[in-house]
């Protein structure tokens, strides 16, 4: 059913502030996420002139885990790709600044079966337009190598871990994937960041600015960490889709989506999510999009009582320009919704409210 437009009105608790520059939050409380300053052995330098390396390739190549790397305020990077680290904060010298990272390719950077990284103060541009298979174009894709197995065997779990990307800016073209792109992750961070549009619009698979697909749990507990997926300080502004979603077989376009939690139906997910302080405008799908599994894709229905989604003070206005919607939020599967803090929005769409999963409305609220 849909919801008509209102604004949420209520008390704002347990909110979070996004970290300040480039430093890495105290311990304890909720900003016990990704490893401590203590975690860290060792710290280098990437510079344009030498310092310790010229490139963050070059870096991660040479050092272990536990590294933090520094490119230095006059850099020129170069794209990377990383996988099998652990405890790696990539960060640039100085805040305020963003230093680009530009790439004609399937991913500007790629985190594949890593685990507790930072990557802050970067502006990933991915400049490809010529499709390629796959959903590509992204600006950085973090992925957990045996996602495909694990959609199907629920022993399996995630390779990929605590990605946490910070103080970023993302632009891309109009095949655009996904801006910041999570396969098989489990605990997924975007913080005081932007996804610019346009982009998205002749992908045919599915674009949005920041995807999580196929989430499915790690071996580790949360460290920290209260969401699985945790969006907060946001803005994606202009993400369209009107091609058809062929590559996934589909006859109409499906996606063009702001921020979203994107299940695969053959595994659920049960960790909680939080939308804070986000913002989802002009997008030709939903500015939000909690898509939770069903588990019904392999023909077993699994009705295991999944994480709830909280979307606390944020803005979806503007949002469904695209033929497939004309909906602000997406409310889909075995979930529940809860809207907190000042949240504006024009509908909401929960379209198989028999699947006990159900909107809660903090006081204040009066549709």
């Known amino acids: 059913g849909h919801v ?26 909720s900003y016990a996420y990704n490893p401590e300053p203590g975690d860290f052995s060792s710290e280098v330098t990437v510079s344009s002139s030498g310092a310790d390396y010229t490139s963050v390739n070059a ?9 933090i790397i520094t490119v230095l305020d006059d850099a020129s990077v170069a794209p990377w790709s990383m996988s099998t680290k652990d405890r790696v904060w990539i960060r640039r010298q100085t805040a305020g600044t963003l230093t680009s990272v530009t790439a004609n390719a399937y991913s500007v950077c790629s985190v594949t079966d890593c685990t507790y990284v930072t990557i802050q103060g970067f ?4 400049t490809q337009s010529t499709p390629s298979p796959g959903n590509g174009a992204n600006g950085i894709e973090a992925a957990s190598s045996n996602w495909g197995t694990a959609l199907t065997n629920r022993t399996i779990n995630s390779l990929c871990h605590h990605i946490w990307v910070d103080a970023c800016e993302f632009t891309g073209t109009d095949i655009t994937g996904a801006q ?16 610019n549009g346009p982009m998205g619009d002749q992908n045919n698979t599915g674009p949005s600015a920041v995807s999580s697909f196929a989430m499915m749990e790690a071996t580790t507990d949360a460290d920290g960490w209260v969401w699985g997926m945790w969006v907060e300080n946001c803005t994606a502004d202009g993400i369209e889709q009107s091609v058809d979603s062929t590559a996934i ?11 979203i939690l994107d299940g695969d139906h053959r595994r659920t997910y049960v960790r909680d999510v939080l ?23 392999d023909g077993v229905t699994d009705n295991t009582p999944l994480g709830k989604c909280y979307i606390r003070d944020c803005t979806a206005t503007g949002n469904g320009q695209g033929v497939q919607t004309d909906d602000d939020i997406l409310l889909f599967g075995y979930v529940d919704m809860i809207l907190e803090g000042s949240t504006t929005f024009g509908s909401i769409d929960e379209p198989f409210t028999g699947l006990s999963n159900q909107i809660d409305y903090r006081p204040g609220y009066e549709p």
């Open 4 to 29: 008509r437009s209102g604004v949420l009105v209520s008390v704002r608790t347990a909110a979070t502030a996004g970290a300040a520059g480039f430093v890495l939050p105290p311990s304890g409380g």
């Open 59 to 67: 870096a991660l190549a040479a050092t272990g885990n536990g590294t």
């Open 123 to 126: 502006h990933f541009v991915n």
């Open 180 to 195: 910041f792109k999570g396969v098989g992750l489990d605990y997924m961070r975007a913080s005081n960041s932007t996804f």
């Open 249 to 259: 077989g589909q006859s109409v376009p499906t996606d063009g989506n702001g921020f």
């Open 275 to 297: 939308f804070d302080n986000v913002t989802g405008i002009n997008c030709d799908g939903f500015g939000i999009n909690a898509l939770w599994p069903t588990s019904v894709g």
